[in-house]
Nanobody, 118 residues
């Protein structure tokens, strides 16, 4: 059974930084693609960034150059460093795990709130 637990959300002023963490239980972390999604009020959940098991990354256009996703397979943890935050980054951020045998995320964290004030 895989469980994902996010931490690091909070309230920050525009231009500030936050670092989200997601710790995974189970033994498939190192062979899975990890992702961060977000959902703002009244909007659909959207992909923010993902990192493959080999380390390649992909980002949404809205966060390129400001956010960095990374992973530590020894700690079963994925991170999202968020810099130059904007009010439009305000959302609940979710961690996801996509096993190697799946074409989409199969496991989700409970979410962590990020609020950016102007």
């Amino acid at each position: 059974q895989v469980q994902l637990v996010e931490s690091g959300g909070g309230l920050v002023q525009a231009g500030g930084s936050l670092r989200l963490s997601c710790a995974a239980s189970g033994n498939i972390f190192s062979i899975s693609t990890m992702g961060w999604y977000r959902q703002a009020p009244g909007k659909q959940r959207e992909l923010v960034a993902r990192i493959a098991r080999a380390g390649s990354t992909a980002y949404a256009d809205a966060v390129k150059g400001r956010f960095t996703i990374s992973r530590d397979n020894a700690k079963n943890t994925v991170y999202l460093q968020m810099n130059s935050l904007k009010p439009e980054d305000t959302a609940v951020y979710y961690c996801s795990l996509q096993p190697f045998y799946s074409e989409s995320p199969q496991y989700w964290g409970q979410g962590t709130q990020v609020t950016v004030s102007s």
